[in-house]
């Protein structure tokens, strides 16, 4: 699902209510049937999550991060470094694996970024603005990659392009001052 709107219009609170980090004033949030804010550890094992302003350590490498990453994220130690190993290949990260995060580009810091979010496979993927500073090469292949891990996963974006997710993903809601409209992304129909 896409989350579409003008700067300001709930994008980005709703991805953060989403995740744990605001507490809603009303109702629950349910990661896989469990409380995001009774039990988050164990909900946020099955969430991936790229906020809008990631909090990178500059000064580690990528596999660096990544590895750290993986401790944090609970990743059997064994599965560990094919789990690293996978995300890198996926999101064309190898040049850069010995790289110090301070000193890449801000597209690729995104796609460190991306690597954190689905470096366990989580169930539930969160991404904020996701294709921000990205080129168009890295933009097509995060496309190509969102069409595979949708598969297996519950994908909610925020985006200002809706072409970007346009035969991606299934549905969209726009953000506005009358408030929220639902859209069919395959018949576009509201």
Same mark, same amino acid.
């Given at each position: 699902?896409?989350?579409? !709107?003008? =700067?300001?219009?709930?994008?980005?609170?709703?991805?953060?209510?989403?995740?744990?980090?605001?507490?809603?004033?009303?109702?629950?949030?349910?990661? +896989?049937?469990? =409380?995001?804010?009774?039990?988050?550890?164990?909900?946020?094992?099955?969430l991936g999550f790229l906020p809008d302003f990631l909090p990178l350590?500059?000064?580690?490498?990528?596999?660096? %991060?990544?590895?750290?990453?993986?401790?944090?994220?609970?990743?059997?130690?064994?599965?560990?470094?094919?789990?690293?190993?996978?995300?890198?290949?996926?999101?064309?990260?190898?040049?850069?694996?010995? %790289?110090?995060?301070?000193?890449?580009?801000?597209?690729?810091?995104?796609?460190? !970024?991306?690597? +954190?979010?689905?470096?366990?496979?989580?169930?539930?993927?969160?991404?904020?603005?996701?294709?921000?500073?990205?080129?168009?090469?890295?933009?097509?292949?995060?496309?190509?990659?969102?069409?595979? %891990?949708?598969?297996?996963?519950?994908?909610?974006?925020?985006?200002? %392009?809706? =072409?970007?997710?346009? !035969?991606?993903?299934?549905?969209?809601? +726009?953000f506005n001052s009358e408030g929220i409209t639902s859209y069919d992304?395959?018949?576009?129909?509201?």
């Amino acid at each position: 699902m896409a989350l579409i !709107g003008a =700067n300001g219009s709930g994008k980005t609170t709703t991805l953060n209510l989403l995740a744990g980090l605001l507490r809603p004033q009303r109702g629950e949030v349910l990661i +896989q049937g469990i =409380n995001i804010h009774t039990h988050p550890r164990r909900a946020k094992l099955h969430l991936g999550f790229l906020p809008d302003f990631l909090p990178l350590y500059l000064d580690l490498t990528v596999m660096e %991060y990544l590895s750290f990453i993986a401790k944090l994220r609970q990743i059997p130690k064994l599965k560990r470094k094919d789990a690293i190993a996978e995300t890198i290949e996926q999101l064309n990260l190898a040049p850069y694996r010995q %790289y110090l995060i301070g000193r890449l580009s801000k597209g690729l810091k995104q796609r460190v !970024g991306l690597a +954190q979010a689905i470096l366990h496979r989580p169930s539930v993927l969160l991404l904020d603005e996701p294709t921000q500073g990205l080129d168009t090469i890295h933009i097509e292949i995060f496309q190509e990659l969102l069409k595979n %891990y949708k598969k297996n996963a519950a994908i909610i974006l925020s985006t200002h %392009y809706l =072409n970007e997710v346009e !035969g991606i993903l299934d549905h969209a809601l +726009q953000f506005n001052s009358e408030g929220i409209t639902s859209y069919d992304l395959h018949h576009c129909t509201t």
